[in-house]
């Protein structure tokens, strides 16, 4: 059998037609680990090591996930074109290989921008590495994201209650402003 990862449960069901019996398509349900919003999250003294949490949103359905990749032959990640998917992707595939479930596997990634039937099977005709700038494009992101808006955040919540936190587009906004 042949596991197809998808972000959404909508597409899952879409694509599992197109692709067939050969094929089981399962949906992430978008990220399925982040950040925990704690002190040392980030280490930027030790090249910015980043320590990862599964939500437990997410335990279900990755659970699904690696019961599904055990008895399949091929996986195949099929999250978006953009840097979020490629991020989706990078972490599924690390989460399959901390659980030993990618040995004697072909892991595959295709990218798609329509969901149509031969868009779909155009791109599995098609599959490519998970691209690495992408993802670490997305860690730089998420990293700056942490480091500025934790330690902005409290400040910003004494200063106007209600709000909910600041990242590093408010940051720089905040610092204009002040």
């Known amino acids: 059998m042949n596991l197809v990862i998808v972000e959404s449960p909508a597409k899952a069901k879409t694509i599992n037609k197109y692709l067939g019996k050969d094929y089981l398509v399962l949906a992430s349900y978008g990220h399925i680990r982040d950040l925990p919003s704690k002190n040392g999250s980030v ?3 030790n090249e910015f090591k980043m320590l990862w949490e599964i939500d437990s949103f997410s335990k279900k359905y990755l659970k699904e996930i ?3 990749a ?4 091929k ?5 978006d074109p953009d840097r979020e998917g490629e991020a989706i992707a990078w972490h599924v595939k690390e989460v399959l290989e901390e659980k030993k479930l990618l040995k004697g596997k072909e892991l595959e990634r295709v990218v798609f921008n ?4 031969s868009a779909i099977l155009e791109a599995i005709k098609n599959p490519r590495n998970i691209e ?5 494009a997305y860690l730089a992101r998420r990293a700056l994201d942490y480091l500025v808006g934790f330690n902005i955040s409290p400040i910003l919540w004494t200063k106007l209650p209600g709000s909910k936190s ?3 587009v ?3 906004a905040l610092k204009l402003i002040t």
């Open 66 to 68: 690696t019961n599904a």
């Open 70 to 73: 055990e008895d399949s032959t």
């Open 166 to 168: 600041a990242g590093r």
């Open 170 to 172: 408010q940051s720089v």
């Open 114 to 117: 329509e969901i149509t039937k």
């Open 132 to 136: 690495l700038h992408l993802v670490e």
């Open 43 to 45: 280490d930027p003294e």
């Open 75 to 79: 996986i195949i990640l099929a999250t």
